[in-house]
């Protein structure tokens, strides 16, 4: 089984360069830069976004996506708790004559 190719930044925006810029279409670049033509034009659309989240690499989180997390670990721990807050609650009441 043979290993996964990485490409560099770089590598992937000449790549979309080509298209864009210098007008070849993606199957043909694709077939200069022996890359599967699909992936080129994924690269292609996922180009259009901000350039300083466009390809951007495994887990290297974007400032929203970082905050979701942040904000989605803050309610988990609300959620906790919150239940122990309940369990409490009926533990006292069941004291009380």
Not at 5 to 16: G, N, P, T, W
Not at 21 to 29: E, H, N, V
Not at 64 to 71: G, N, S, T, V
């Amino acid at each position: 089984m043979s290993q996964r190719k990485r490409y560099s930044k770089q590598f992937k925006l000449d790549a979309v360069s080509m298209v864009r810029d210098q007008g070849y279409s993606a199957a043909q670049a694709a077939r200069n830069l022996d890359l599967n033509a699909n992936m080129l034009r994924r690269w292609i659309n996922e180009s259009e976004g901000d350039e300083e989240t466009v390809f951007r690499g495994n887990g290297k989180l974007t400032a929203e996506q970082a905050e979701i997390r942040k904000l989605r670990e803050e309610v988990r721990v609300l959620k906790m708790e919150k239940a122990i807050l309940k369990k409490a609650t009926v533990f006292f009441a069941k004291e009380m004559p």
